[in-house]
């Protein structure tokens, strides 16, 4: 424990407190870091500078240099403390204090109490203090008695007549003591209702998590088994394949062995025709040839038509294999494609995004709505002020909110009464001429539709303009974006979700939701779906 003496050399001699973070000047004198700072600031508009203790004068600000040796000290003097107040008497030993005087600005235990003088001047304070030199003026060495609402500082009575604060709005420290309590009270109640809202926050994003690794882990569970299944399905077809490959070699062999026995016998048949012949060819008398009983059925047509019969049979085997094997293998295919066709694609996005129309931007024939977040073509011209960033010759209008990174999406009801086109686009898109409409430039995408694009959609960017194949039912559409990956999809909202198109791109400037509404309205939902989305190819 440090006595007395010693905590007083360890006191700041400008903050007159035991020292905090202290540094040395070049003559040696030590100060807080921050009080010591403060002070060179004061002299930095007359640049000299010179130390508060000694009045040593510099010609350059002094570099600070941190006291470690001090640093220890205090540190220990801090530490043996344990936040007890010590009677300042009690030197040989620590022993705690029981009441503190704050004109001898010492602490006193219950023997030196008795031995204590009770001056009027001598105030003793309820509860030992170890700031002492903080409840008097730094100026006056006067009691602090009154609180400057101007300077929101604590003042003695010399600093209410005579000093600065002379004329100042002042307040009891009691009276002022009251009032900060009760907006302390007042902030507590606040952090406390904050805290709640966080902790409620927390909760719902902890059970948001929690529920996506469920739906990732159920959703992962129902892939795997879907693919054990088709793996399952695949080996079975397999096995029925091969099997019914077996079956029709088996057959075909059979057929074929009957075939070549037979052709062996006619072939055997016609070589002992021909060498009969042959001998008849030879001889020499008319009546043995004319008479030979083996000759009359040489050109008998049915025995003609027997190697037509046999090649017959013959062509009929191989073209039957021919043929199942085509069977076959278009039969695979079917299969593999419905079991594919069965795989439900899915994908999350991270970010359902707050989409606000931006009224600045919105032409003067579209009426936006008070949420900020339906934009109607109207017959009557609103009149907004001219704006460099409102569009002048299309009925388009951008969010407020823009991306520059991430995955997010954003979904419209659109009354499909009229042309309409949603997309995004740069912040730089013209607002004025030909290039202005959304799709018609290479700063925005979109996605058209509407009674001129014959219930059809239609895709467009840099005046390229593509119609697709589907056909609008739900008018209801979802644009995602994939800023770091460059990809911009439209989906439409129908069940299963379909998807329509996906514009690649390398983003080079935020990107802002935007709307053109030629007749009807356009509204973004509100409720975005979290879930899961099954797509339809």
């Known amino acids: 424990m440090a006595s007395a003496g010693l905590e007083k050399e360890l006191d700041c001699s400008i903050c007159r407190t035991l020292y905090t973070d202290p540094v040395t000047l070049r003559c040696g004198h030590n100060f807080c870091r921050v009080c010591i700072d403060q002070v060179l600031i004061t002299q930095d508009e007359s640049g000299v500078y010179c130390c508060p203790e000694c009045r040593e004068e510099l010609q350059e600000r002094p570099a600070l240099k941190r006291n470690i040796t ?187 062995s009957d075939g070549i026995q037979k052709l062996e016998i006619k072939k055997d048949e016609l070589s002992r025709k021909i060498r009969h012949i042959k001998e008849l060819c030879n001889r020499t008398d008319p009546l043995t040839v004319l008479q030979d009983p083996d000759t009359g059925d040489l050109c008998d047509p049915a025995e003609e038509g027997g190697d037509e019969d046999l090649g017959g049979h013959d062509e009929d085997v191989g073209g039957h294999g021919g043929g199942w094997a085509a069977e076959v293998i278009t039969h695979i295919t079917h299969k593999l494609s419905d079991l594919v066709r069965g795989v439900n694609v899915t994908f999350y996005v991270q970010d359902p995004a707050d989409i606000l129309l931006d009224v600045n931007t919105a032409h003067n024939s579209l009426l936006i709505s008070d949420d900020l977040k339906t934009a109607t073509w109207t017959e009557v011209w609103q009149s907004r002020p001219p704006t460099a960033q409102r569009f002048h010759d299309y009925e388009q209008v951008v969010s407020s909110r823009r991306f520059t990174s991430g995955r997010h999406y954003w979904d419209v009801e659109i009354n499909r009464s009229g042309e309409w086109s949603v997309g995004m686009c740069y912040p730089s898109i013209d607002r004025r001429g030909r290039h202005s409409y959304i799709g018609d430039n290479i700063k925005s995408w979109g996605l058209c539709g509407g009674r001129m694009y014959y219930n059809q959609y239609s895709v467009i960017h840099e005046r390229n303009e593509m119609q697709l194949r589907h056909q609008i039912s739900t008018g209801r559409v979802r644009i995602c974006l994939d800023y770091e990956a460059g990809q911009m999809s439209f989906y439409e909202l129908c069940d299963p979700i379909r998807h329509l198109h996906t514009f690649t791109a390398v983003f080079t400037e935020p990107l802002h939701a935007a709307l053109c509404v030629c007749e009807g309205s356009i509204k973004i939902l509100g409720e975005q779906m979290k879930d899961p989305i099954t797509i339809e190819e």
Do not use: M
């Open 70 to 256: 001090l640093c220890n000290v205090v540190e220990n003097v801090r530490s043996n403390q344990d936040g007890k107040v010590r009677c300042t008497y009690c030197v040989d030993s620590p022993v705690p204090a029981v009441r503190s005087c704050l004109h001898c600005e010492a602490s006193l235990c219950d023997n030196h109490l008795k031995d204590h003088s009770e001056g009027p001047e001598h105030v003793l304070l309820t509860e030992p203090s170890a700031s002492l030199k903080n409840r008097k003026c730094s100026v006056h060495t006067e009691l602090l008695k009154y609180y400057c609402t101007e300077d929101a500082a604590c003042v003695c009575v010399s600093c209410c007549l005579t000093g600065k604060h002379s004329g100042h709005k002042l307040e009891s420290l009691d009276e002022a003591f009251g009032k900060k309590k009760e907006t302390l009270r007042k902030v507590l109640q606040k952090l406390i209702t904050n805290r709640g809202k966080t902790e409620r926050k927390l909760q719902n994003l902890e059970e948001s998590w929690r529920g996506a690794q469920d739906k990732a882990s159920r959703e992962a569970t129902r892939v795997t088994d879907l693919f054990i299944d088709i793996r399952r399905r695949v080996d079975d077809l397999e096995k029925r394949v091969l099997s019914e490959i077996s079956r029709r070699e088996e057959q075909a062999s059979l057929s074929l």
